[in-house]
């Protein structure tokens, strides 16, 4: 039976744990500034361990390698763009499906104003040899959570009926199965399938916008663009989580 630590020992632990925290957060803040100046593929341990004063050895015993590195970084914009998204559908009343939605989508698209370049670590292009871990599952999901209960909530209201949903093809329900498990089954195909639909819309417009490809498409002005992302939120969320009408 392993021996308890002594009282002693215990202080001593707790201050070299809080150590590693500190020292951890200080080479993530670093990286991140890092990754703002180089672009992810060219984060690089040493040159982080540099502007720490430490040498390359020393960092490596906090963080393994430049991968390690990079999941850190994508773990914590993951869970502060989920945070965002939580606090601001938090304060939309439950039975305002539509407010929810455009709530998610405005937090996630001011997150990414304020953070644009861990927004493009996370929803960008694929750093080169770079695949994630498991470990970045979960806070991935943290804002698709959110848009899952809203869906949820349509059927509970009655104002998305499955029974009036149109049939969803063999092969369109096969390719849903990674999904389908995280999914409750209150949800229906049908309605998988446009919240997949309207989480793409948020993701595209946001990254059209993050991304310069709405110059020449779009005002410029803040307000107009804020006034046009929030039309296409309200437009999107309608469409998603009504019944569809019979077609004639």
Do not use: C
């Not at 919240?195 to 005002?219: C, D, K, P, R, Y």
């Amino acid at each position: 039976m392993p021996q308890e630590k002594s009282v002693e020992d215990r202080p001593v632990l707790g201050v070299r744990a809080r150590a590693r925290v500190e020292l951890t957060r200080a080479i993530v803040e670093t990286a991140r500034r890092h990754l703002a100046q180089d672009g992810p593929a060219n984060l690089s341990l040493r040159a982080v361990a540099r502007e720490l004063g430490m040498v390359s050895s020393a960092v490596y015993r906090y963080v393994p390698s430049r991968d390690d590195l990079l999941t850190l970084l994508i773990i914590e914009a993951y869970d502060a763009l989920g945070a965002a998204a939580e606090k601001a559908e938090a304060k939309v009343p439950r039975t305002d499906l539509d407010g929810r939605f455009v709530a998610v989508g405005r937090a996630v698209r001011t997150w990414a104003i304020e953070h644009p370049h861990e927004y493009a670590l996370i929803y960008g292009s694929p750093v080169p040899g770079y695949a994630a871990p498991q470990d970045t599952i979960a806070p991935a999901t943290r804002v698709p959570a959110i848009l899952i209960g809203v869906l949820a909530d349509a059927v509970a209201a009655g104002v998305y009926d499955p029974a009036a949903a149109p049939e969803v093809p063999a092969a369109v329900r096969r390719s849903l199965g990674p999904v389908r498990a995280a999914i409750p089954d209150v949800v229906p195909d049908d309605l998988v399938v446009r919240g997949i639909m309207a989480w793409s819309t948020l993701l595209g417009l946001v990254s059209m916008e993050q991304f310069g490809q709405f110059h020449n498409v779009l005002a410029e002005a803040a307000s107009q663009r804020e006034a046009f992302f929030t039309e296409a939120l309200r437009r999107t969320s309608a469409v998603t989580t009504r019944t569809p009408a019979p077609r004639p």
